[in-house]
């Protein structure tokens, strides 16, 4: 069994803000369902599900209103969730990671362009895969509409926001089943 160590794994994103600056943020809380094919990692799958609600963008104002129904209206809908359809070898330590993102209800297929280091051993002896993923989303396609025009043209919210998955797995071991 795999799962994801929290210490050295993230769930980001950056949109534009006022079409100048790239705005960052990540999501603090997220689980992860894992089914790892250390031979062929094409056979792999994972679940991942976020706490839309763990937002932060460093901006304690700008989180509650991306918490509010302008964006992702966590109230109703708590939880953002991706699941893997398939896996894609593009190239050596390179994968094409397709699945299903839910954001509010709305789900679309999207592609990751990854690249995957692994396994290998920790320090410790224990196992390790490190996965670098990211793709970019169009958020109007997922229900997250919200905007206002700025006086000098433009908007203040770009529609373009890239995704970033940073994480790494740690093969856990294999519990003895206990003597009678």
């Known amino acids: 069994m795999w799962t994801i160590d929290r210490a050295h794994s993230s769930i980001g994103f950056e949109a534009r803000h006022m079409l100048v600056t790239r705005v960052r943020g990540q999501f603090k809380e997220f689980e992860a369902e894992l089914n ?31 918490r509010s129904a302008d964006f992702f209206d966590v109230e109703k809908y708590p939880t953002i969730r991706f699941a893997t359809k398939r896996i894609e070898r593009t190239g050596e330590n390179r994968y094409r990671i397709v699945g299903d993102l839910t954001i ?28 670098s993923a990211e793709t970019k989303i169009d958020r109007k396609e997922f229900g997250l509409t919200w905007n206002a025009a700025l006086e ?19 093969k856990q071991p294999v519990q003895e089943a206990a003597k009678a």
């Open 36 to 66: 790892i094919d250390e031979q062929d990692l094409t056979k792999s799958s994972a679940v991942i599900t976020i706490n839309a609600a763990s937002i932060d963008t460093n901006e304690p104002q700008r989180d509650a209103h991306l």
């Open 104 to 131: 509010k209800d709305v789900t679309r297929e999207v592609a990751f362009d990854a690249e995957v280091f692994g396994p290998a051993k920790n320090p410790w002896g224990m196992d390790v895969i490190s996965i």
């Open 152 to 170: 000098f043209g433009g908007w203040l919210v770009g529609d373009e926001v890239k995704l970033i998955f940073e994480a790494e797995l740690v």
